[in-house]
């Protein structure tokens, strides 16, 4: 997992797909769906997660790093997507520090 950057307390909602899509859509535009979504306040350091009723670890994890101050490109290989994580640009860090770069390229 990511190292935290940010130290946010974590909310997390499981919710039926409808209000899933309804708090997510909010916050996402993406037209093709969403697994999960998060909000995260850097003022206030609270991270709200809108999760499905049952997420996969992966979703779990994947929230969790964007909570813990991780962005991430997407690149796509086949149908399959991988994630070039980096630290926030709102932190207002280039890069990780030295020791957390090489889990940065692993993905979290």
Not at 63 to 85: I, N, P, S, T, V
Request: hydrophobic share 35%; aromatic share 8%; proline share 6%.
């Amino acid at each position: 997992m990511c190292p935290d950057l940010v130290g946010a307390v974590v909310i997390e909602h499981r919710l039926a797909d409808h209000e899933l899509a309804k708090n997510c859509y909010r916050l996402v535009n993406i037209s093709d769906g969403v697994d999960a979504c998060m909000e995260l306040n850097l003022t206030t350091r609270t991270c709200t997660i809108f999760y499905p009723k049952n997420p996969s670890k992966e979703v779990w994890l994947h929230e969790q790093a964007h909570c813990r101050g991780w962005d991430h490109k997407r690149r796509f290989r086949g149908f399959e997507a991988h994630y070039l994580w980096r630290p926030m640009r709102e932190l207002g860090l280039v890069q990780p520090p030295a020791d957390e770069r090489s889990i940065a390229k692993e993905g979290g």
